[in-house]
């Protein structure tokens, strides 16, 4: 049991984030293993006598954590997956910081929206989804079982696809944007031939931008936020 809520808070959003202290992570792992014990125990099997056979159920239990850990992850990123279209949007993607989830090649616009993304978690209650879905996994895959390979591999790229789809979506009204800037900077580069537009219109862009992302961001956080509700609400375990 310790072995799936390790694994599962060690990724989970708005626990499992690289700023996180790992002997907090440990103490909240190890809090929802005696938690659960009471109610698991008649589903947990005999200790095997075979060491062998221990080493397997626990490699068990910790794969089905990290991967019911990962499908949460999955979709929470959405947000500074979106951050990381806008940023191009609005001309600042040669802004890097480097994130631990999306690599060192994140725009520093995608990475104030990954450290956001716990906050709004954490307040919004949210992290209880993940951590019921925890608990009701225990229904579905019971202490020491396998996971099915080919469910599980089904749900991880359904999660992807659903996690970029939504990032898009967050990302729709910069993408809108940018299409109608960039094909007004054209006409005029056309009608101008002599005029530096790309000079003349980055500061634009990137003033212009600002303000709408000063303008939406509220509206994005809360779409955002909305749709993971949604998503979350299907974990495996819910319900």
Known sequence: MLGRCAAAISVLPGFGESASPAVLRAGIALGMAILLTPGI???VPPVPEASLVAISMILAETAT?????WLARLFALALPTAAQFIAYLLGLSSVLQPDPELGPQTAALSRLFGVAAPLVLLTSGLF???LSALAGSYRVITPGGLLPAADGVQEAVAAVSLSFALALRLAAPFVVAGVVW???IGLVARLVPRLQVYFAAMPAQIVGGFALLAFLVGAV?????TALQDRWMNLPGIG
């Open 65 to 69: 954590g990290l991967w019911l850990g």
């Open 128 to 130: 209880m989804l993940p």
């Open 182 to 184: 960039n094909a007004c």
């Open 221 to 225: 956080l809360q779409a955002w936020e």
């Open 41 to 43: 125990a008649p589903l």
